[in-house]
């Protein structure tokens, strides 16, 4: 094989591993960047590339949460992200807008299984 060959699959790679799914109990996938992902602590481990977890063998995650917390939580990791390196005077909207009643409580309980 040649150099510019092997170079070009090592970024395939890459980009691959760019991607993580979180798959729902309920067969829902949903696919967020391995940066957001490496926002909750539980991920974190299961993803971790030195772990010999089959989770990070296939960058597939599979959660034991209904599809609407999957969402809620990769939105919540996506908001954490995106917020995290704020600047102290930077308006940051409120992410309990975002959450239904009828889930907070089962949201909360995923929220802290995952260290989000």
Known sequence: MSGSAANMQ???KDKMNEWVRLTSNDGY???VKRKVAMCSGTLRNSLSEESSFSE???NTSHTNERAIIVEKLCEYLTYKSLYES????EEIPDFQERVYPEISLELLVAADYYDA
Request: hydrophobic letters at 40%; proline letters at 0%; glycine letters at 16%.
């Open 86 to 89: 704020a600047k102290k005077n």
């Open 29 to 31: 996938d949903f696919l």
């Open 10 to 12: 090592g970024e395939g």
């Open 56 to 58: 990070a063998l296939s």
